[in-house]
């Protein structure tokens, strides 16, 4: 992918799913009929959500997007519609993801040392050492990469919880069969105070393992879920152990990432987006569903968008303004973003008035 080429359009999708915290997230269908389980306290299955470490599996995921996210040829994987993917893990840290789009794939292997990125159409790999001793922020940023973010029911529902839980109205509504697994239904309810886009997120745990096996976002004012990741089949147990191992294809190009492309990406125009999505010293404002995360794109690189990029931005924002400036805005049916024209950005899961309020406080 051009990143150069999409540059706003493309580091404004990742926010509006990362800002959000929900990551493509969409329900399968298909269930079957709910199964009968002894009845589970709210407190007791969100406890369970957020301390279980699910031990080896190999499954296959389903998302269905219906976030209203637009249509852009570079990142199709962004596009409302349904999706899949495959992943195994050897219940230790090793991981591989299998991403199809159209007629290639990305593959993702992580062999407890090196973490491989193959893209099959391109026939490029990116190869990330583990740093030797990772700072504990790193270390989880290293594990929860965005795209098992994206495909992992497990990872999104805990990173979920774990934002949310003590501004919810937790409750247990009944049980599901998802994968031909019998699973409760966690649902969190954001408190009538905060100011958010969500109005439930549904959360099904395996009664048995006591991992997510799907997670479904409810927004105000519609009847379904605005997109949900699910498994579609799980099977539990040791992974072949050739899945956690990875050798270049032959001819293929390798790149290991170096700090000197990185400080070269600092002047780009999308460097202060991506900031806020990966987690660079993000500026944070509120708690809870009503978060805001804000960023500032440096000055001299507003400067540098190239006219394909602003066509994109302008195509699928409206123009707004108020005391705090004026800027573009771009909304979807779970989160909305804000970039000023001096560059200040701010994201989250909230309505639009939310982030004219917060705009001014971005440094």
């Known amino acids: 992918m051009n990143k150069r080429k999409v540059t706003l359009a493309?580091?404004?999708?990742?926010?509006?799913?990362?800002?959000?915290?929900?990551?493509?997230?969409?329900?399968?269908?298909?269930?079957?009929?709910?199964?009968?389980?002894?009845?589970?306290?709210?407190?007791?299955?969100v406890e369970q959500v957020m301390t279980v470490k699910p031990g080896a599996f190999g499954g296959t995921v389903e998302v269905d997007n219906k976030l209203g996210l637009p249509a852009i040829a570079e990142i199709p994987q962004l596009a409302d519609g349904k999706h899949s993917g495959r992943i195994w893990t050897d219940g230790t840290g090793k991981l591989r993801l299998a991403l199809p789009n159209g007629q290639s794939e990305q593959t993702i292997v992580d062999d407890g040392k090196t973490t491989w990125s193959w893209n099959s159409q391109t026939n490029e790999v990116t190869k990330s050492e583990h740093k030797a001793d990772p700072k504990p922020e790193n270390k989880d940023q290293d594990k929860n990469s965005a795209e098992q973010k994206a495909i992992d029911p497990a990872t999104a529902a805990k990173e979920i919880v774990t934002m949310t839980k003590e501004f919810s109205e937790i409750s247990v509504d009944g049980t599901a069969r998802v994968a031909n697994r019998a699973a409760y239904e966690l649902v969190l309810t954001p408190k009538p105070t905060e100011k958010t886009l969500i109005r439930e997120v549904r959360i099904a745990v395996d009664s048995e393992l006591k991992m997510p096996l799907r997670v479904a976002v409810l927004t105000n004012g519609t009847a379904e879920p605005a997109g949900t990741v699910g498994f579609t089949q799980i099977n539990v147990g040791p992974q072949d152990p050739k899945l956690f191992e990875f050798t270049p294809p032959a001819n293929a190009k390798v790149t290991t990432p170096e700090a000197k492309e990185a400080e070269s990406r600092e002047k780009l125009p999308e460097a202060g987006l991506e900031a806020a999505l990966h987690g660079k010293d993000p500026q944070i404002f509120g708690t809870g569903w009503d978060?805001?995360?804000?960023?500032?794109?440096?000055?001299?690189?507003?400067?540098?968008?190239?006219?394909?990029?602003?066509?994109?931005?302008?195509?699928?924002?409206?123009?707004?303004?108020?005391?705090?400036?004026?800027?573009?805005?771009?909304?979807?049916?779970?989160?909305?973003?804000?970039?000023?024209?001096?560059?200040r950005v701010v994201a989250g899961a909230v309505p639009e008035q939310v982030l004219f309020d917060t705009i001014g406080q971005v440094k």
């Open 10 to 45: 493309v580091a404004t999708a990742g926010v509006l799913t990362g800002a959000a915290g929900l990551s493509l997230l969409a329900m399968p269908a298909g269930a079957g009929q709910p199964p009968s389980l002894p009845d589970i306290a709210p407190e007791a299955l």
């Open 291 to 343: 978060s805001v995360i804000g960023a500032r794109i440096p000055a001299e690189a507003m400067t540098q968008v190239p006219a394909e990029a602003q066509g994109l931005v302008d195509r699928f924002t409206k123009k707004v303004s108020g005391s705090w400036g004026s800027g573009n805005l771009f909304t979807t049916k779970v989160a909305t973003i804000l970039i000023a024209d001096d560059g």
